[in-house]
């Protein structure tokens, strides 16, 4: 209906329509600004994505956890100017507590590692997946919420937890059918800024800043970035030798500019050593240029890209050894990843990965005739009780035809059909829907067991 067909100038047809449904008490069916809902298709990809993140953190050894996805605010109140903190979804709450949705999960881990302490045999690995939330003016449009995949190793050192963690990220992408011609994962160390700004004499509290402005030097024309940065007091010369060392091509340039001890250089050296030895070095890249955007990185950081260049980050993660100190807690060496679950699903869609998930159960069991419902009803728990997924039609009145497409359409393999006349001799008949053939079987036959069918 246009708007001039309601007689009404100027007001849109949507308008138009919102206003007849309000008149019928209709409520906004729409989910909340930026978020989506799961309808049983939506919810089978989903599920199979999680089941992948979940089987690949327990091949590696990673345990389970979960955290509110509600949280005191002040757990991600930071002020390195990270666009994760300046749209936190934060909000009081009854009794004007200051708390947010989580904008990650990292800062949960660190405080429940906080609260086990001394208790958490070290080193640690642990795993989640949890839904993550931002406040975006919806001038963009995009989502308010994803789900993220996380991987942490707790109380390593060495290089060899960043390499387990890249580990986990290629096994996955090998089990969803993704190659290193696909995607590539990008590392680098921000221990290589540390040291200019060292040298620079730049205060070690501007290091975190630093980092997430010069993050951004894939998105800001680089004045824009020099700005920033003398902004916060880099020096030009310093601004220089930063944005040389992102713009190093290999790990031997970037040893000639920082010099042969540099930890950077070093940690980098070792970790492509193990990368090969993992059989995953056609994966990694060295790239000076990454640095991600969070602020808590101290040392390796990486993230998965589309070698294509058309997509977002796919993943992305490093070592944060400060972050349980800047929470008030005593330090322990941290590296994890988060791993997003939109890019990864365009990425799939687009490289024709998806899997095609249909509906599964294994028998639809019928009563032909409403007086056996009982007995049907008895069939199906009993086939249940030995595991099969059976789907029993509760709607009266549905004859062989229905149940031949309604069988097709959740793909089921047999077809149980429980009639008048061959219950009366003691049998039902089963249709396999897959090998075509019909046999008439006697629940027993069917069940291996007999306890309720006495009842009926
Ligand atoms: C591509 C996408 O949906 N990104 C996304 C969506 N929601 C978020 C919510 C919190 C933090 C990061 C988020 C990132």
């Not at 799939?348 to 419902?373: F, K, M, T």
Request: hydrophobic content about 40%; proline content about 4%.
């Amino acid at each position: 209906r246009s708007a001039e067909a309601s007689g009404k100038p100027g007001r849109s047809s949507a308008a138009v329509d919102h206003q007849a449904d309000e008149s019928k008490g209709l409520i906004d069916t729409s989910p909340p600004r930026g978020t989506r809902d799961f309808d049983p298709q939506d919810m089978r990809l989903r599920s199979w994505l999680f089941g992948h993140w979940q089987d690949v953190s327990r091949q590696c050894g990673f345990e389970q956890v979960d955290f509110p996805v509600v949280e005191n605010e002040e757990l991600f109140v930071r002020k390195a100017g990270e666009e994760i903190t300046s749209q936190l979804y934060n909000f009081a709450d009854k009794g004007q507590r200051r708390l947010a949705l989580r904008p990650e999960l990292t800062p949960s881990l660190a405080r429940l590692v906080l609260k086990k302490a001394k208790s958490l045999p070290l080193p640690a690995k642990w795993w989640t997946i949890g839904q993550c939330w931002r406040y975006e003016r919806m001038t963009r449009g995009r989502r308010r919420e994803h789900y993220q995949w996380n991987c942490d190793i707790i109380g390593l050192e060495g290089v060899a937890a960043e390499a387990e963690l890249l580990a986990a990220i290629t096994l996955f992408f090998e089990r969803v059918g993704i190659t290193p011609a696909d995607v590539g994962i990008k590392v680098n160390s921000r221990k290589s800024l540390q040291a200019i700004l060292t040298q620079a004499g730049v205060p070690e509290e501007r290091f975190a800043a630093v980092c997430v402005i010069v993050d951004k030097i894939e998105k800001l024309p680089e004045e824009k970035v020099r700005e920033e940065l003398a902004g916060i007091g880099v020096t030009s010369k310093a601004a220089d030798k930063i944005l040389a060392a992102m713009a190093t091509r290999s790990l031997e340039d970037l040893e000639k500019l920082l010099g042969p001890d540099n930890k950077a250089v070093a940690d980098l050296r070792q970790l492509f050593t193990l990368a090969e030895a993992y059989g995953m070095a056609d994966w990694i890249v060295f790239d000076a240029s990454v640095v991600r955007g969070l602020s808590y990185y101290t040392g390796i950081v990486f993230e998965g890209f589309d070698r294509q260049g058309v997509l977002r980050a796919i993943c992305g993660g490093g070592r944060y050894d400060g972050l349980l100190g800047a929470l008030g807690g005593e330090n322990q060496p941290m590296c994890g990843f988060g791993f997003g679950d939109a890019v990864i699903m365009e990425l799939l869609q687009d490289r024709g990965l998806l899997p095609d998930l249909s509906h599964e159960v294994e028998d639809l069991v019928l009563a032909l005739d409403e007086d056996l419902r009982p007995q049907a009803s008895c069939i199906a728990q009993q086939l249940r009780q030995k595991g099969r997924r059976v789907d029993l039609v509760l709607e009266g009145g549905r004859r062989m035809k229905w149940a031949f497409k309604h069988a097709e359409r959740i793909s089921a393999q047999r077809l149980v059909l429980v009639g008048k006349e061959e219950w009366a001799q003691g049998n039902v008949r089963i249709k396999n829907l897959e090998t075509r053939e019909q046999e008439d079987m006697t629940p027993t036959a069917l069940l291996d067991t007999t306890s309720c069918l006495g009842a009926v």
